[in-house]
C-alpha cells in the first residue's frame, strides 16, 4: 500500500532556513506528481507545492513563491522542501501528498505530516 | 484564485442522521470538485472526485453532487466513524487549487 513519511520538521527562529523530506513507497514514484500541502493550528488546508513526476514542472502557492523550493530524487524515492525565511506565520503540519496522476492537482494519499514551528 | 466557500462551518447531528455540506464556487469550476475527511490529529483522506466519484473504499452512504458553483456532500445515515472535518477542493483553475475552510461535523 501507498505510504509516505515525512520528516525534518522542528523549532526553528525567524529567517532561518529548515528542509523537509518525504519518504514515498507502495507505488510506482518516479510517474506521479507529488505536492506540499500545510495545515495551520486549528485552520484550514493550503496547498504549497507542486513537482511532475519528471522534475520539469513545479508550481508554487503566492504565500510562499521565492522563499521554498520544491525538489525530488526519483532514485530515492524521494521529496524535499527547502524553506528559507521562515515566518511565525509557517507555522504548521506540513503534509506531502501524492497526486491522483500527473499534475490533476488532487491527492489520494496522505503523509501523516510533521510539524514545523517558526518562534523566536 | 477561485475562492471556494462551505456551508454550514459546523454542524451538530445524530447517529442515522442524513446530513448535507455545501460548497459553493466563486466561478464555475464544471465537476472539478473534490471532498476530503479529516479526523482530528490526522491526514486528510479523499472521499470522492469529480464531484461525485466515490474512491475506491469509501462507504456508499457518502454520495457528491452537483456541477458549476454548486456542489453538496450528502451522508445519508451517519455513523459514528463520520463525525469529522471535510473539505471542498476545486482543481478547475490550477495553480493553485483551493480548498474551503471546512465544516466540522460534531455529534449531538
Known amino acids: 500500500q501507498v505510504q509516505l513519511v515525512e520528516s525534518g520538521g522542528g523549532v526553528v527562529q525567524p529567517g532561518k532556513s529548515l528542509r523537509l523530506s518525504c519518504a514515498a513507497s507502495?507505488?510506482?514514484?518516479?510517474?506521479?506528481?507529488m505536492h506540499w500541502v500545510r495545515q495551520a493550528p486549528g485552520k484550514g488546508l493550503e496547498w504549497l507545492a507542486v513537482i511532475s513526476f519528471d522534475d520539469t514542472v513545479k508550481n508554487y502557492a503566492d504565500s510562499v513563491k521565492g522563499r521554498f523550493t520544491i525538489s525530488r530524487d526519483n532514485s530515492k524515492n524521494t521529496i524535499h522542501l527547502l524553506m528559507n525565511g521562515l515566518r511565525v506565520e509557517d507555522t504548521a503540519v506540513y503534509y506531502c501528498?501524492?497526486?491522483?496522476?500527473?499534475?490533476?492537482?488532487?491527492?489520494?494519499?496522505w503523509g501523516q505530516g510533521t510539524v514545523v514551528t517558526v518562534s523566536s | 484564485d477561485i475562492q471556494m466557500t462551505q456551508s454550514p462551518s459546523s454542524l451538530s447531528a445524530s447517529i442515522g442522521d442524513r446530513v448535507t455540506i455545501t460548497c459553493r464556487a466563486s466561478q464555475s469550476i464544471s465537476n472539478f470538485l473534490n471532498w476530503y475527511q479529516q479526523k482530528p490529529g490526522k491526514a486528510p483522506k479523499l472521499l470522492i472526485s469529480a464531484a461525485s466519484t466515490l474512491q475506491s473504499g469509501v462507504p456508499s452512504r457518502f454520495s457528491g453532487g452537483g456541477s458549476g458553483t454548486d456542489f453538496t456532500l450528502t451522508i445519508s445515515s451517519l455513523q459514528p466513524g463520520d463525525f469529522a472535518t471535510y473539505y471542498c477542493q476545486q482543481t478547475f483553475a490550477t495553480p493553485p487549487p483551493t480548498f474551503g475552510q471546512g465544516t466540522r461535523l460534531e455529534i449531538k
Open positions: 507502495g507505488f510506482v514514484f518516479g510517474t506521479y506528481a
Open positions: 501528498a501524492k497526486d491522483y496522476w500527473r499534475l490533476r492537482y488532487y491527492f489520494d494519499s
